[in-house]
């Protein structure tokens, strides 16, 4: 069953000035999605010198995007257990950590893409 309220245009209006809002948020309380964001503004113009076709470029590209998604989840993750207590918990831990693994491993995932490209560019 469908939920009540918005639909249509006026749907997506609301939901695009929620994500407005996510950005903001993001980038006013989260160092690290500042810092990921800058990198991928210089990142991405690099990519179309360094990818030497359109899927190499594609590849680049998305790989940067992909950190900037799961550092929005995980600062999602982060906020969420920040609300439910400030009192140390195991579970709030754990959260929180895994969160940080999943951003660790898209940063493992552009040192692989970027590497791999660059390798095929400037070694083989």
Same mark, same amino acid.
């Given at each position: 069953m469908a939920k009540p309220g918005n639909t249509g245009l006026r749907r997506i209006l609301h939901a695009a000035t929620y994500s407005v809002q996510g950005f903001a948020h993001a980038w006013r309380f989260e160092a690290a999605f500042r810092q990921e964001l800058t990198l /991928? !503004?210089? !990142?991405v113009p690099v990519a179309f010198w360094l990818g030497r076709s359109a899927i190499e470029v594609l590849l680049l590209i998305v790989s940067c995007l992909l950190v900037l998604v799961v550092e929005l989840l995980n600062s999602a993750i982060e906020t969420t257990v920040d609300r439910i207590g400030a009192e140390a918990n195991e579970l709030s831990g754990r959260a929180k950590d895994i969160? /940080? *693994? *999943?951003v660790f491993v898209s940063l493992v995932i552009v040192l692989i893409v970027w590497g791999t490209v660059a390798w095929q560019r400037f070694i083989s």
């Amino acid at each position: 069953m469908a939920k009540p309220g918005n639909t249509g245009l006026r749907r997506i209006l609301h939901a695009a000035t929620y994500s407005v809002q996510g950005f903001a948020h993001a980038w006013r309380f989260e160092a690290a999605f500042r810092q990921e964001l800058t990198l /991928s !503004l210089v !990142l991405v113009p690099v990519a179309f010198w360094l990818g030497r076709s359109a899927i190499e470029v594609l590849l680049l590209i998305v790989s940067c995007l992909l950190v900037l998604v799961v550092e929005l989840l995980n600062s999602a993750i982060e906020t969420t257990v920040d609300r439910i207590g400030a009192e140390a918990n195991e579970l709030s831990g754990r959260a929180k950590d895994i969160g /940080s *693994a *999943a951003v660790f491993v898209s940063l493992v995932i552009v040192l692989i893409v970027w590497g791999t490209v660059a390798w095929q560019r400037f070694i083989s």
